[in-house]
């Protein structure tokens, strides 16, 4: 009796981690050991002797920073860096702002059929990515297009905007209307947890359906926009689909247009694995950095306005 009462409190405390190990389990392989591996390919390269051919000709050698010098001094990353900073300049704000105004709309006590407005909003984010590139790259085709069409019978300008500047435009667009509805949930929520003693508080001095939303609902979901910013900065680093799926369909889009699709070119196209493990490396160092600075800065700022 007595061994069993002391055995007792030890399996107690080993059952937390009983539960955690299959999750511990995946996040090493699926997670750490990709990485790893990554880094570790990112510091070798392949040395050739004489024509290549036959064995030993190739050998796997250590390469110490030389792919990161040369994947930082590529011209072609650079560009790609600075193309997917202006889609994001386009992309972020936009769809945040489309997120806001959509929840504060279905949030208000006017709102009718909310249920169904909020799942049409909500229903591109459930389309897989490529899907919705291919649907939207057939709908920016002068040829196929049902848009094109009706503005050729009205003798409209058909601007063709899988060229040049509009480029950007259709790739956000297509990023805003599958993205808008996972944002606009998240915001929705946060909307839905504010107690109603906040709004009859309001009522009572007077506040419009306007100054409710600008000083009370916005600051209020501040955690929020915060949170959907963050995710939305990453996925704007992390741009691959779209532009891979509209590549056939124009030549405006090269094989590096992004920094994704440029590691994915070279480890896949040309066979440079380690120099594409080297930016690989290099973008998500980046990215981590990135946001570790945007949340740090908004912690920062909160706590300011705490302490006011």
């Known amino acids: ?18 539960f955690l ?3 511990a389990l995946l996040f090493a392989l699926f997670f750490a050991l990709p990485i790893g591996y990554a880094l570790h390919l990112s510091f070798r390269k392949v040395r050739v002797s004489g024509l290549g051919l036959g064995s030993g000709a190739r050998t796997e050698v250590w390469a110490g920073l030389e792919n990161y010098t040369d994947a930082l001094s590529d011209g072609e990353l650079l560009d790609g860096t600075l193309r997917v ?12 702002g489309l997120a806001l105004l959509f929840a504060l709309m279905l949030d208000s006590e006017k709102v009718r059929l909310a249920p169904f407005t909020r799942l049409a909003i909500f229903l591109p984010y459930a389309v897989p990515g490529v899907v919705a590139a291919l649907l939207w790259g057939f709908l920016y085709l002068p040829d196929v297009s049902p848009f094109y069409f009706v503005l050729d019978r009205l003798g409209l300008p058909q ?5 040049g500047g509009p480029l950007y435009l259709a790739l956000s667009n297509i990023a805003v ?3 808008t509805g996972f944002n606009m949930i998240v915001i929705y929520t ?3 947890a504010i107690p109603a003693e906040v709004y009859e508080a309001a009522k009572l001095d007077g506040a419009t359906p306007l100054q409710t939303a600008l000083r009370i609902k916005i600051p209020m979901v501040a955690p929020s926009l915060v949170l959907t910013f963050f995710f939305s900065i990453i996925a704007t680093l992390q741009v691959f689909n779209e532009p891979t799926t509209l590549k056939p369909l124009t030549n405006s889009v090269s094989t590096t247009w992004s920094p994704l699709m440029k590691v994915y070119r070279d480890a896949f196209g040309e066979g440079d694995i380690h120099g594409a493990a080297a930016q690989a ?24 306005e705490a302490a006011r």
């Open 1 to 18: 009796m007595n061994s069993t009462a002391r055995r007792r409190p030890y399996g107690v405390r080993r059952a937390p981690y009983g």
């Open 21 to 23: 190990l299959p999750a």
């Open 85 to 96: 900073l202006g889609y994001g300049c386009v992309v972020v704000p936009v769809m945040l």
């Open 159 to 163: 601007p063709d905007l899988l060229d």
């Open 177 to 179: 209307w599958g993205g």
């Open 190 to 192: 946060s909307l839905r």
């Open 281 to 304: 490396v290099i973008i998500a160092v980046a990215t981590l950095l990135l946001s570790f600075g945007f949340l740090r800065a908004a912690n920062r700022r909160q706590k300011q």
